[in-house]
């Protein structure tokens, strides 16, 4: 469960991080700090499912259930900003849709990882959305990181006996290389990823950035294949799945220019 020391040591790194800026608060009060806790609940359990995901089926599996965030966004932005739905995201979003379905053909035993991973796309598009809507009331978006990898954390570390019949003892790190590359990991790829991402939700919309979003199963796929030779298991049907959910991100910016 490397997932609970990366999300422990980038909220730990996360409040470092804003006590060396002393113009800035780590409190919010009860309120604040609440949603920001739920939220990263939230983010604890995309992380689980994904993970849970590549546990069950395989990493290409997994990466290609999240990439169903832009159709779960297109529904979940309009719920919570009370916006009206936009046809052509949903469209765009049925034919990634389209694209997992044909992955998902290949290996009836990849169904159940494919379920936890379309799961772990919706904790995904459903927490981004509420980040934007904090991001728009004026939320430091450090601050944020903080108090959300806190949460997540806790949930993370409260799976820990379901993922491990070890327990808190699975918890442990052997190898000084593991502690750098989990330092790396939530440093770099979590606490200013996420502060970065938290920044552009200012300008762009959680549908906007999970739409991009959905390049990083691709490149993730392309890497699987690469380094674990899982393309030796899967069949031209993947692959066809894959180029729809790519095509689906290039066509979005045309029928925006057309029907947004």
Not at 154 to 164: E, N, Q, T
Not at 186 to 212: E, G, K, M, P
Request: glycine share 8%; proline share 3%; aromatic share 12%.
């Amino acid at each position: 469960m490397l997932i609970t020391w990366r999300c422990l040591i980038a909220a730990v790194a996360a409040f470092l991080w804003i006590a060396a800026m002393r113009n800035r608060r780590i409190w919010l009060g009860w309120r604040k700090v609440g949603k920001l806790l739920c939220i990263g609940a939230i983010i604890g359990l995309h992380w689980l499912c994904l993970f849970g995901a590549v546990k069950i089926a395989n990493v290409s599996i997994a990466l290609a259930g999240l990439a169903t965030m832009s159709l779960f966004t297109a529904f979940a932005e309009p719920l919570f900003t009370r916006r009206r739905i936009r046809p052509f995201e949903v469209f765009i979003g049925l034919i990634v849709v389209v694209g997992v379905c044909l992955i998902a053909g290949v290996e009836q035993a990849h169904w159940l990882g494919l379920l936890i991973a379309l799961l772990s796309a919706l904790f995904a598009a459903i927490f981004l959305v509420l980040n934007g809507m904090l991001m728009v009331e004026g939320a430091d978006p450090m601050v944020m990181v903080g108090w959300e990898m806190a949460a997540s954390a806790a949930v993370c570390l409260a799976a820990v006996p379901i993922f491990d019949p070890a327990g808190l003892p699975a918890l442990g790190v052997r190898d000084a290389w593991d502690w750098l590359w989990i330092g790396i990991l939530a440093i770099i790829c979590t606490v200013f990823a996420q502060d970065l991402t938290n920044r552009l939700l200012r300008s762009l919309s959680a549908y906007d950035i999970n739409l991009v979003s959905n390049f990083e199963p691709v490149y993730g796929i392309i890497a699987a294949a690469l380094i674990f030779n899982e393309h030796e298991s899967l069949k031209p049907a993947f692959y066809l799945g894959a180029l729809t959910i790519i095509l689906a991100n290039f066509l979005h910016p045309l029928l925006r220019k057309r029907f947004g």
